[in-house]
């Protein structure tokens, strides 16, 4: 059994009849870059090893797979000896590589259009994002570059991904103000603004997180559209870290 497994067109033979059980010859083949003949000879080796039993339908002769024998290795050999460590490893890689999101939401008294205009100007971002323009020609797969007005420094970049204006924009986002936040690598934020009324309701959420990631990624999401739903409102800037009195 552990030769038969050892080729990876049987294993694939063995994934296809997983994917569907009770195929014949022709419908594996068709799956294969190979001969007919290359096709058969690797499901007799199945057979034998008794991972592969086939049954006879008029003229066909339809394969089917059989989990027994692979059951029986993991009982023997998993079960009994790697099965503590397999769970604890797989239990490891689950904890690295859960993903965090955040969800703000919040209403503005203003088009959709106006609002959408003061999330992708630099200038007007500035106002409510810690003093930070924020640079794109907002087309799917352009770059964005933020930057601190008072000193030009960059302080973070990303990608486009979705842009349909004014509903709803999706872009990455890395942050390079520090080596720790830098460690992160690349988040997503996604925009959806939907009218309601004289307003809209903008709906921010902030995924592709790591759990656990540095809370400077997401924590100063309530500020800057505080600042932003200030701004739209009344055209002054509020005295928070999110406005220009940060930078």
Known sequence: MFRA??????????????????????????RFAMTRFGVMKHLKLLEAAGLVVTTKRGREKLHYLN?????????????????????????????LEREMEK?????????????????????TRAKYNFGVSCRSDWTPGASIEMRAVKS?????????????APRRLV?????????????????????????????CRLLVTHDQLRENANDQLYGGWPMILSGLKTWLETGEL??????????
């Open 5 to 30: 497994l050892a080729d990876p067109t049987r294993r694939r033979l063995l994934d296809e009849l997983f994917r569907r059980d009770g195929q014949t010859l022709s419908e594996l083949e068709d």
């Open 67 to 95: 989990p027994v024998p692979i059951r029986l290795v993991h009982d023997r050999w998993v079960s009994k000896y790697a099965e503590p460590w397999a769970a604890g490893l797989s239990q490891l890689k689950q904890e």
């Open 103 to 123: 969800v703000f939401e919040i209403y503005i008294r203003t088009t959709p259009e106006r609002l959408w205009e003061a999330i992708i100007d630099p200038a």
């Open 152 to 164: 030009d420094q960059v302080l973070g970049d990303g990608e486009v991904v979705e842009v349909d």
């Open 171 to 199: 872009h990455t986002m890395r942050a390079l103000w520090g080596e720790d936040v830098a460690a992160e690598g690349f988040s997503r934020v996604t925009w959806d603004i939907e009218p309601v009324g004289d307003s």
């Open 238 to 247: 509020l005295t928070t870290p999110g406005s220009l009195m940060y930078a």
